[in-house]
Nanobody
Framework: QVQLVESGGGLVQAGGSLRISCAAS????????MGWFRQAPGKEREFVAT????????YYADSVKGRFTVSRDNAKNTVYLQMNSLKPEDTAVYYC??????????????WGKGTLVTVSS
């Protein structure tokens, strides 16, 4: 079992930056793949970014590539999503996701409850 708790969401103006975090507990953090998904109002949940435990390799959705950076601190059991050049269309609830790797964009077994990011125009 893995428990995930997101934090750091909030309101930011377009063009601004925000960093959200996800603290994990339970299973050995350093050996699980971590990711972020988001769900905008009235839309389906969509993939944002993934970071592997082995080598820290990352993968991003085209919509955030070059603006968002996913990273992890295994010593703190925490994964981060640094979001720069934010756009109103980035407004969503961001969910932390974790588990065994099954493909770069595939959701894994464990989910956090989400943190709301609102980007004003």
């Amino acid at each position: 079992q893995v428990q995930l708790v997101e934090s750091g969401g909030g309101l930011v103006q377009a063009g601004g930056s925000l960093r959200i975090s996800c603290a994990a507990s339970g299973r050995t953090f350093s050996r699980i793949t971590m990711g972020w998904f988001r769900q905008a109002p009235g839309k389906e949940r969509e993939f944002v970014a993934t970071i592997r435990w082995s080598g820290g390799r990352t993968y991003y959705a085209d919509s955030v590539k070059g603006r968002f950076t996913v990273s992890r601190d295994n010593a703190k059991n925490t994964v981060y999503l640094q979001m720069n050049s934010l756009k109103p269309e980035d407004t969503a609830v961001y969910y932390c996701n974790a588990g065994d790797f099954s493909g770069w964009t595939n959701p894994m077994a464990y989910w956090g409850k989400g943190t709301l990011v609102t980007v004003s125009s």
